[in-house]
């Protein structure tokens, strides 16, 4: 079968183009001609591996001609005229495309079954998260001017949103099967009126998570946060829920591995809560050391405020059985959900912080924790079953 991805970025620069790269090579495993279709640009420095590129020019990125181009891009639209005309693809599966592919690409594409995976909110919010950053809260509103009272967006931007998914919307009969990987943005779909969907979670490769034992782990009562350091993803929460945890547990300690915008505020906090000698914090982790990092901690902790859809860092430490603290939003309880005591309220540390001490002062309730999640990772996550699963999704009738 030729299958044709789409996706803005063509490098391995985030969670969903790790996803579609992981999906590209197991693909072709399966014996299928797989390519990639994505603009020039990349993240992080990472290589660009996509198969066809279009051009994007750095001068207008963020200037009015640039933001148009999130319209329509023209670029895009004819250069995967040409890739479809001779390619001739069986299957078309688009992934992240809002921010450079622009709705262009759903014009061009003529002849094949269309598929779209939901990595993000893009079609529900012009922030893309569902979140309101000025409260701290999920947002319920539907898009509209409630978008820029609650500070999210200007109405620019709104507009330009609105005429985004206008423009979706009007060849949204092309697409075949939607394909969100958790019950979160199925949800949202069904609030819009679109039933075409399948719950298609993410696949691993099993071989390259080896199971980590509770008893192999150091008893160095050590935590770790993994990922962007932002608002929505709740680090501030974790620092205050750790301080309140050092008072019953002066021996913990705290991890902290990733960077972003609020990286400077979290290490003022860590000072002046006077607990520095009990928190590090590193930049970026490289894959190929995400193992050595759970086999060195006891405890991963994801306090998200905003709703995450399957993060992959929890996927991930499911897999390798590092025991897993998490908030009850988005898609994160189709992952956690029946696990007893791996889940907590959005926001409440002092929750965060009875929780945490009852992992790491019980090794029973640790190591139940980290049998049972590997255990459902494996049913549920499995690569194998994922591509018979998405290769079903292509070919059914």
């Given at each position: 079968?030729?299958?044709?991805?789409?996706?803005?970025?063509g490098s391995c620069c985030g969670g969903a183009e790790n996803y579609v790269f992981n999906l590209i090579a197991a693909l072709k495993d399966s014996?299928?001609?797989?390519?990639?279709?994505?603009?020039?640009?990349?993240?992080?420095?990472?290589?660009?591996?996509?198969?066809?590129?279009?051009?994007?020019?750095?001068?207008?990125?963020?200037?009015?001609?640039?933001?148009?181009?999130?319209?329509?891009?023209?670029?895009?639209?004819?250069?995967?005229?040409?890739?479809?005309?001779?390619?001739?693809?069986?299957?078309?599966?688009?992934?992240?495309?809002?921010?450079?592919?622009?709705?262009?690409?759903?014009?061009?594409?003529?002849?094949?079954?269309?598929?779209?995976?939901?990595?993000?909110?893009?079609?529900?919010?012009?922030?893309?998260?569902?979140?309101?950053?000025?409260?701290?809260?999920?947002?319920?509103?539907?898009?509209?001017?409630?978008?820029?009272?609650?500070?999210?967006?200007?109405?620019?931007?709104?507009?330009?949103?609105?005429?985004?998914?206008?423009?979706?919307?009007?060849?949204?009969?092309?697409?075949?099967?939607?394909?969100?990987?958790?019950?979160?943005?199925?949800?949202?779909?069904?609030?819009?009126?679109?039933?075409?969907?399948?719950?298609?979670?993410?696949?691993?490769?099993?071989?390259?998570?080896?199971?980590?034992?509770?008893?192999?782990?150091?008893?160095?009562?050590?935590?770790?946060?993994?990922?962007?350091?932002?608002?929505?993803?709740?680090?501030?929460?974790?620092?205050?829920?750790?301080?309140?945890?050092?008072?019953?547990?002066?021996?913990?300690?705290?991890?902290?591995?990733?960077?972003?915008?609020?990286?400077?505020?979290?290490?003022?906090?860590?000072?002046?809560?006077?607990?520095?000698?009990?928190?590090?914090?590193?930049?970026?982790?490289?894959?190929?050391?995400?193992?050595?990092?759970?086999?060195?901690?006891?405890?991963?902790?994801?306090?998200?405020?905003?709703?995450?859809?399957?993060?992959?860092?929890?996927?991930?430490?499911?897999?390798?059985?590092?025991?897993?603290?998490?908030?009850?939003?988005?898609?994160?309880?189709?992952?956690?959900?029946?696990?007893?005591?791996?889940?907590?309220?959005?926001?409440?540390y002092f929750e965060l912080a009875k929780a945490m001490e009852s992992i790491l002062t019980d090794s029973a309730v640790a190591e139940k924790i980290s049998i049972t999640a590997r255990a459902k990772a494996e049913n549920m996550l499995d690569c194998r079953k994922h591509i018979d699963e998405?290769?079903?999704?292509?070919?059914?009738?």
């Open positions: 079968m030729k299958i044709l991805l789409i996706n803005d970025h014996g299928h001609d797989v390519r990639l279709f994505s603009s020039d640009t990349s993240l992080h420095n990472q290589p660009l591996a996509a198969d066809y590129m279009f051009k994007i020019n750095s001068r207008f990125k963020n200037r009015t001609f640039g933001k148009l181009k999130k319209l329509f891009n023209i670029t895009a639209y004819f250069l995967l005229r040409k890739v479809i005309k001779e390619f001739r693809p069986d299957v078309v599966h688009i992934h992240m495309f809002l921010w450079y592919c622009s709705p262009a690409v759903l014009l061009a594409i003529k002849g094949a079954p269309v598929f779209i995976t939901l990595h993000e909110y893009g079609f529900f919010c012009p922030t893309l998260m569902k979140f309101i950053i000025r409260n701290n809260s999920i947002c319920t509103c539907k898009p509209g001017l409630c978008c820029v009272k609650n500070g999210c967006v200007h109405l620019p931007g709104l507009l330009l949103f609105l005429m985004q998914r206008w423009l979706v919307f009007k060849m949204i009969d092309k697409v075949k099967c939607w394909l969100p990987p958790s019950s979160y943005p199925a949800g949202l779909l069904t609030e819009i009126g679109i039933t075409n969907y399948k719950v298609l979670p993410y696949g691993f490769d099993l071989d390259q998570y080896p199971f980590i034992p509770v008893s192999s782990r150091p008893a160095s009562k050590k935590i770790l946060f993994l990922g962007r350091i932002d608002l929505s993803k709740g680090g501030m929460v974790l620092v205050e829920a750790f301080n309140l945890l050092l008072k019953e547990m002066p021996d913990a300690q705290l991890l902290i591995v990733g960077e972003g915008t609020q990286k400077k505020s979290l290490e003022e906090k860590v000072k002046e809560l006077n607990i520095s000698p009990w928190v590090e914090f590193r930049g970026w982790a490289k894959s190929e050391t995400i193992g050595d990092l759970h086999r060195s901690v006891n405890l991963l902790v994801a306090p998200s405020l905003w709703p995450d859809n399957l993060p992959l860092v929890i996927c991930e430490s499911m897999l390798w059985g590092t025991p897993v603290l998490a908030s009850r939003v988005g898609g994160i309880p189709d992952l956690l959900g029946g696990i007893e005591g791996c889940l907590f309220r959005a926001g409440a998405i290769v079903h999704s292509y070919t059914e009738k």
